[in-house]
Nanobody, 115 residues
């Protein structure tokens, strides 16, 4: 069982930046795909970015060039730098760990982009 704890959400102005972190416990994350999903108000949860253990990364088109994921397997932590934030980035952001067939979710951290 993997436990994921997110931190770093909050309020940002349009054009601003925020950094999210997700720390895992319960297993070594090295073989896991690690990433972030988000759920905007009134909408379905959607993929933001997924970092695969072999090194490839998949970004949603809406965040390409603005968000950057990184991972430190030794610290069991995944980071996401979010820049040039827009109001439509407002959502609850969830950390996700995937090692087929098991997937784990954090409790989420809220990001609000507003002036």
């Amino acid at each position: 069982q993997v436990r994921l704890v997110e931190s770093g959400g909050g309020l940002a102005q349009p054009g601003g930046s925020l950094n999210l972190s997700c720390t895992a416990s319960g297993d070594d994350i090295t073989p896991y795909a690690m990433g972030w999903y988000r759920q905007p108000p009134g909408k379905e949860r959607e993929l933001v970015v997924l970092s695969w253990p072999a090194g490839s990364i998949n970004y949603a088109d809406s965040v390409k060039g603005r968000f950057t994921i990184s991972r430190d397997n030794m610290k069991s932590t995944v980071y996401m730098q979010m820049g040039n934030l827009r109001p439509d980035d407002t959502a609850v952001y969830y950390c996700h760990a995937l090692l087929v067939p098991n997937g784990y979710w954090g409790q989420g951290t809220r990001v609000t982009v507003s002036s």
